[in-house]
């Protein structure tokens, strides 16, 4: 693995070759696959086969470490090795064309560590507050006469990529188990945390009529803007940050069936934006 930066040929491979050239000619095959991927942005066809022979390339060597995980002790899959920089390399090209956690959580599972989940979490969270920075930097307010409450994130402007970005966090969070250490008073913040964002994300629905988001396009045109608003991958991600935030719940275990416990409410009050 060491050879990954070293020129490479394309020698055809027989039966009587060692299972290391192989692997070695394989592991190149699947790398070469991605380099040099131009394709004409005006063809929307060629764009689309191009993202295909990348999302590709890039899951067949994910697999490629996979496999070499699982048959060598030896082999480290820690921060800072390509197999970490290959899962970020994913999440960056396709967080908002593929369910990027669904595709990788097998490979996720090879994270063993505490310390290596933070740091692949901590790099999407980089992410999250250069594109933050990014929309403060162009913020504007809808309404000059109307006060944000600072504490009212909900009601803030929040670019969809930020979005998109988020949506990522919390399934990895989830997906890496990092918030299973957390208190049961935490618990309660991140589900207010969860269902806060999936209503910030509800105002880029297509339907969305608030003052705030996609909806105040919508209100001054009556006409969807396709790229201010939640495609059907989005829509699947919110729902799945609900998820998350019901089965957080159900873990604080003060779930019970008499209506009288507070936790019922919110269960059913989240549930039923969901619907």
Known sequence: MQTANQTFNFDQ???????????????????????NLNADKNNKRLVVIAQQIKRTSCLAELDLYYCYA???????LIHGTPFFQLIFEYIDSFHDKEDV????KPFIQLI???????ELKNRVQDKISLLEDADNDHETTPDEDFDIPEEDSRMKRVSLDVI???FIN????????TNNYITQENKFKLVNTLFGFFLQAMEYHQNAHSAYGAGLMHDNSNQPVPEHMLSDLDQMNAEDILIIAVETIYEVKLFDWTMVNPVNSILITMLEHGI
Not at 101 to 104: A, V, Y
């Open 13 to 35: 491979v027989n039966a009587e070759d060692r299972p290391a050239k192989v692997l070695k000619q394989l592991y190149h095959s699947i790398r070469n696959l991605r380099k």
């Open 70 to 76: 699982l048959h060598c002790k030896q082999f480290v």
């Open 101 to 104: 956690i669904k595709d990788l």
């Open 112 to 118: 063993k560590t505490l310390d290596d989940a933070k």
């Open 164 to 166: 998109r970005w988020k």
């Open 170 to 177: 919390h399934k990895l969070e989830r997906c890496l188990g």
